[in-house]
């Protein structure tokens, strides 16, 4: 049974950063890319950033291009994102997935629970 269990979400006022990780159990993390995801109230789940399963290969969002960095370690089965300047339109839940490499929810076998980011004014 693979689960995917996320950290580092909480308060931060605009501008500044947080780091989200995402911890995977089983043998096959390195074997699959992985993907951030957000949904905010009222709206539907919107892509943020993936990473192939090498690390080799990243792709983000036009909403955070240039502020927030996708990475992963292999050896520590975890994937993190890196999201500096962050605005009050980042507010969401923030869920990592495990798949094939892509921008659609549909490309992601397996999710985590979520966790939450709140980005004050």
């Known amino acids: 049974q693979v689960q995917l269990v996320e950290s580092g979400g909480g308060l931060v006022q605009a501008g500044g950063s947080l780091r989200l990780s995402c911890a995977a159990s089983?043998?096959?993390?390195?074997?699959?890319?992985m993907g951030w995801f957000r949904q905010a109230p009222g709206k539907e789940r919107e892509f943020v950033a993936a990473i192939s399963w090498s690390g080799g290969s990243t792709a983000y969002a036009d909403s955070v291009k240039g502020r927030f960095t996708i990475s992963r370690d292999n050896a520590k089965n975890t994937v993190y994102l890196q999201m500096n300047s962050l605005k009050p339109e980042d507010t969401a839940v923030y869920y990592c997935a495990k798949g094939s490499y892509g921008s659609s929810p549909y490309d992601y076998h397996y999710w985590g629970q979520g966790t939450q980011v709140t980005v004050s004014s």
């Open positions: 089983g043998r096959t993390f390195s074997y699959y890319a």
